[in-house]
């Protein structure tokens, strides 16, 4: 069979190229999340810190009652508030509530609150309920 009398076929397949403007779109919506991802992360882990803490309560009392009487509602509502100031997580006394057994001891505690986020163009309150459903 002599060369070049049959068309030999390009062993390397056609490539298309994206456009460069859908390239630019990609690259602006990773960096939109990437952003909004920033400005909600660290709200979410402190959430699940608090969470953690509102959790291990009831054992926490468990512990110290065995030393001595259970402590207050009042008591344990300020051990919330103040891991929530620490965590600086906008949580109010109205919004933490203590759940005895009928011994008096303390069963669960849920927490609610709001933290309002204002970005461009938009507000947007972020609901958290640590402890709610958690037994």
């Not at 002599?2 to 990609?26: K, M």
């Not at 509502?77 to 929530?84: E, G, I, P, Q, Y």
């Not at 972020?126 to 709610?132: K, N, Q, T």
Request: without cysteine; charged residues 20%; positive net charge.
């Amino acid at each position: 069979m002599p060369h070049g009398t049959l068309e030999e076929e390009d062993p390397s397949p056609t490539v298309n190229r994206v456009p460069r403007w859908r390239i630019v779109a990609a690259a602006a919506v990773l960096a939109a999340l990437a952003i909004f991802g920033a400005m909600f992360a660290p709200i979410y882990f402190r959430n699940l810190q608090l969470q953690s803490f509102v959790a291990a309560l009831p054992q926490r009392v468990e512990n110290q009652t065995k030393s001595g009487p259970p402590p207050s509602d009042d008591v344990v509502r300020t051990w919330v508030l103040n891991k929530a100031y620490q965590l600086e997580l906008p949580v109010k006394a109205g919004g933490v509530q203590i759940f005895r057994t009928p011994e008096g001891r303390v069963d669960r505690v849920e927490v609610r609150y709001f933290v309002r986020l204002d970005l461009p163009g938009y507000t947007v309150n972020l609901h958290f309920y640590p402890g709610v459903g958690s037994q």
